[in-house]
């Protein structure tokens, strides 16, 4: 309301809000509540732990931090007022590698030289492996079967990225 006061009455912006006038500016005298002026207090010490983690210390780290020293409030409250903060913590996974290839053996020719268009129907067939990671470990191949289309049904640009994840088969018999 306040930062709308400029350009349109208390009155009116009370009168949408459906609070009365008087309750506003009352609201607006009072002081902050004792629970309130404590999370002022404890949002410095989690700006001043995720900062000292250099960004990196989420909700669980912070909490953990003021556990040792001494601040014992719950985890929950710790990620509202992180939240709040608008700051969030790094996780970083390592992604396990999925295949070894064998150093004795040539590599795999690269039959499309990463150029996915087609000239025609069943010239060129194209699929790709998602991998799910789980809590388990390694990650998963997905569940549901992806299928393996020509590229000429597909749209421009939507097969499949440089990253080489995908997969490609030329037609040697070309008609």
Not at 12 to 35: F, N
Not at 89 to 118: I, K, N, Y
Not at 141 to 160: M, N, Y
């Amino acid at each position: 309301m306040t930062a709308h006061q400029a350009v349109h009455h208390v009155a009116t912006g009370c009168r949408v809000l459906g609070v009365s006038p008087s309750g506003y500016y009352a609201w607006r005298k009072r002081p902050l509540s004792p629970h309130a002026r404590a999370d002022v207090e404890l949002s410095a010490h989690i700006d001043a732990s995720h900062r000292a983690s250099r960004g990196t210390y989420g909700a669980p780290r912070v909490h953990a931090e003021l556990a040792a020293l001494g601040i014992h409030i719950g985890r929950k409250r710790v990620a509202r007022l992180i939240r709040a903060l608008g700051v969030q913590g790094v996780s970083r996974r390592r992604w396990p590698r999925t295949t070894l290839r064998d150093p004795a053996q040539p590599p795999a020719p690269d039959l499309v030289a990463r150029d996915f268009t087609a000239p025609g129907p069943d010239h060129l067939w194209v699929a790709d492996i998602t991998y799910i990671p789980t809590g388990g470990g390694l990650p998963v191949p997905g569940r549901r079967p992806r299928r393996v289309e020509s590229a000429r049904d597909r749209p421009s640009g939507s097969w499949p990225s440089s990253t080489g994840t995908g997969c490609a088969w030329r037609n040697r018999a070309a008609p």
